[in-house]
């Protein structure tokens, strides 16, 4: 399996925002930086099988960004999973159910991503791992995905992303 864990993007700002923190939208900059950045994606030639997202507004406007750019016809599924308080070890879970062969984009927040990857990677969380709001990086597992088992193949910030989209 190959996962991309993909950190939304620029939201307003959170002491600024009136609302609830998951219906904090995405900027209009922060929309143009994750759309060239989603472009980066597809210079890689990603071409998941499933896209997984927050139900926060911002991971689902990004996840839909990432969704054009990849030129993706398939369904994007909301999963609790990636919130930003879900415990790593449920994605995992989540994961695990899918096919082995799957290629997944996780859209989702930080410190969540940064605990996961260090998860995959470690068998636990690491310090000094954390992806930019639209980052991203790509673990690839051998069978299904367990703590521990996952080997880094890439970790780009955005401005490497969207300069991948300009190559």
């Not at 060239?36 to 099988?49: E, F, I, S």
């Not at 998860?119 to 367990?146: E, H, N, Q, W, Y």
Request: one cysteine or more; glycine letters at 10%; a neutral charge.
């Amino acid at each position: 399996m190959d996962c991309i864990l993909f950190r939304h993007g620029i939201a307003a700002d959170r002491e600024a925002w009136d609302g609830p923190d998951a219906d904090r939208p995405l900027v209009p900059r922060g929309i143009e930086k994750t759309r060239k950045a989603a472009g980066g994606l597809h210079r890689l030639d990603v071409m998941p099988d499933l896209m997984l997202s927050s139900p926060y507004t911002r991971a689902i406007e990004t996840a839909k960004l990432v969704q054009e750019a990849l030129r993706f016809k398939g369904n994007l599924r909301i999963c609790d999973e990636l919130v930003p308080e879900a415990p790593p070890e449920k994605l995992l879970v989540l994961l695990s159910s899918l096919p082995p062969d799957a290629f997944v984009v996780c859209v989702g927040h930080e410190p969540h991503l940064g605990e996961t990857a260090g998860v995959m990677l470690f068998g636990r969380t690491v310090a000094g791992l954390s992806l930019k709001k639209a980052g991203a990086c790509l673990i690839a597992f051998d069978g299904p995905p367990r703590a521990g088992q996952g080997a880094l193949h890439w970790w780009l910030t955005p401005a490497l992303l969207r300069d991948l989209r300009k190559g």
